[in-house]
C-alpha cells in the first residue's frame, strides 16, 4: 500500500542585493528544478525591500504546490546530494524540522547554485528552501519517510 503524500508545498527564496545581477539570482532558484522545466511554467515572485544599511535589495521566490510537479522537483533534489551531505541532513533532521509549522529547511549556496551546482550552504546569502508538509498526528514517520523516498535523507539501512 502506497503511503499518503505528507508534502504539501515547496518555497525556494533567494535575495538579489544591489551588486547583484537579478536574472542571475533568479537562475539560482531555477537551477533547483529539473532541466524539463521551462521559465514559463515556474512564476518568479519579486518583491523589492531595503536592506538593513538602506541598500535595495529584490526577494524572489518560486513556490511548487501541484502534486506531480512536488514529485519531480523533490525527486530532483534528492539526486543532487553527495552521501556525505544526505548523512549531514540525516544528523541534523530534528533541528531542521520545525514541528509547530510543519516546515522542514534546507539552505543551499547561492554561488554554487548560480553555477548550476546544488551544495548545501549556511548563512544569509543562501538559496533557502522550505518544504510544507502535513500531519494529523505527532508522529513524523510518514514525511520523514517521503524525505527517504526522494533521497533527501538517509534510507534505515544507509544510517548505520
Known amino acids: 500500500m502506497k ?24 537562475a539560482t532558484l531555477l537551477s533547483l528544478l529539473p532541466e524539463e522545466f521551462t521559465e514559463a511554467e515556474i512564476d518568479i515572485y519579486r518583491e523589492g525591500l531595503i536592506g538593513q544599511y538602506d541598500e535595495p535589495l529584490i526577494k524572489l521566490e518560486l513556490e511548487v504546490t501541484k502534486k ?13 546530494f553527495s552521501h556525505a551531505e544526505r548523512k549531514y541532513i540525516t544528523r541534523r533532521l530534528e533541528n531542521m524540522i520545525d514541528k509547530d509549522s510543519n516546515t ?26 522550505v518544504i510544507k508538509f502535513v500531519r494529523y498526528t505527532k508522529d513524523l514517520t510518514p514525511f520523514i519517510n517521503e524525505l527517504r523516498r526522494y533521497k533527501i535523507i538517509h534510507s534505515i539501512k544507509e544510517e548505520s
Open 104 to 129: 522542514f529547511h534546507l539552505r543551499f549556496d547561492k554561488m554554487k547554485a548560480a553555477e548550476g551546482i546544488l551544495k548545501l550552504g549556511e548563512g544569509s546569502n543562501t538559496v533557502k528552501v
Open 68 to 80: 506531480r510537479e512536488l514529485h519531480k522537483v523533490l525527486a530532483h533534489l534528492g539526486e543532487q
Open 3 to 26: 503511503s499518503p503524500q505528507t508534502i504539501k508545498r515547496l518555497t525556494a527564496t533567494v535575495f538579489a542585493y544591489a551588486t547583484e545581477d537579478e536574472e542571475l539570482v533568479a
